[in-house]
């Protein structure tokens, strides 16, 4: 069940200017403040994801210096793997 925080209830070091965030676990986007509570911690929203919002939420502007190539604004659900093959897949 997701949940959406807003102000100092948001558990992130990112800066509150950070719209979207990244997950390192499962490499998806949301938006800052959304998350699943479990045991009194924020992770990921992502269903069977065991990444956390602290921890494991990168900044979308950070992982797209190396992906220029990554939409301004991510689209909910899509994998965004931050690395690739030679092939560039």
Known sequence: MKTFKTGNDVH???GKRVVFLWCLH???TYRR???REIDGLQM???EGCDGDTVFD???WGTVRE???DYPAIP???VVYPLY???KGK
Do not use: F, V
Request: hydrophobic share 10%.
């Open 66 to 68: 190396d992906h220029p």
């Open 26 to 28: 499962c490499e998806r």
């Open 44 to 46: 990921c929203p992502y």
């Open 84 to 86: 690739t093959d030679e």
């Open 33 to 35: 403040g959304e998350c």
């Open 12 to 14: 992130n070091p990112c």
């Open 57 to 59: 939420g990168w900044a």
């Open 75 to 77: 689209i909910p659900g």
